[in-house]
């Protein structure tokens, strides 16, 4: 019995060693291992042997060893399969995006550049600021506390821990503020998210560009005087504004800057409801409590914020009547913006 099992075994190396596909590989396992196989012969062959524990002993492990060479081997030649198959897959060939078309700013990142830039020229600093952010960021520091009505504008998406996606992006001031101290310059653009029902001109998730300029003697003149210097180089030529009274805990007095209807010139038409003038851009002189609560000496500093509707100022300056188109992925509309 046992030189039996061992010229198979010999047999048994030999043939796995010529099996190079998987195929040969399958039928080794049924000429050894199958119900009519080798190893499955040696079993029923037991009742004739003598000594049936050793010799079961023995069978048992060719079996063994059958099976888990046959395993390795078969993974192996799936492994080669597979090296096999990455090395005749074609290259990556890096000149290929030549004859691609190639990609385009999204229309809110051109404008947020060209913004960037305006302010840069009028020595502001520009920041980044996270979207998820506290209650105290987004409100407490606004001088919004729990409670204040005005927090029904801004409803918005909370995580479990008590965080919320900020719903605007004055949810920076504080820790800007804390960050430089006074006299301070500064712009942070970002993405913002209220729990609205969309239409064509609401959206759940916008963009804003929060502007603050802090030092001594800062006025409402100086705050005009700002704005009407961005709107005039954003849109290209002269921008009247005017301010009406808004309210916003945050700013004291608040406004909001309206420019004159680009479309109609101001004479009044659809895209302006008539009016001849826009609502894009409440601002107004920080709230002494939010200065404070910044670590700034109010004795000393005032200061001015806005908070410019980036996507609004997107929608008119590329004439896009729908909000939803922003966010919509779709290429084709957005790519029209490349060359503007
Ligand atoms: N954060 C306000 C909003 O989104 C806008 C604002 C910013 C108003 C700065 C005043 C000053 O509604």
Redesign the pocket.
Known sequence: MKERIEQLKKEFSEALAAAATEEALEALRVAYLGKKGAITDLMKSLRDVEDKKSAGQWINEFKTLAESEIASAAAALKDAAIKAQIRSAKKFNPTLIAERELGSYHPITLCTKDLEEIFMGMGFTIEDYAEIVGDYECFEA?NIPKHHPARD??DTYYLENGQLLK?????A?NAIMKKYGAPLRAIFPGR?FRNESTDACHENTFF?M???MIDENISISNLIYFMKTMLSQVFKRDIKVRLRP?F?P??EP??ELDINCLICGGEGCPSCKNSGWLEL????M?HPNVLRDGGIDTEKYTG??????LTRLAMMRYGVKDIRDFNSGNLKALSQFKSL
């Open positions: 606004l504008m801004q719903t605007h992006t004055s949810a001031q913002c804003q929060e502007g603050m808004g916003f945050f700013v608040g406004f851009c409440p601002c107004g920080i001015f914020a806005f908070g410019l509707g």
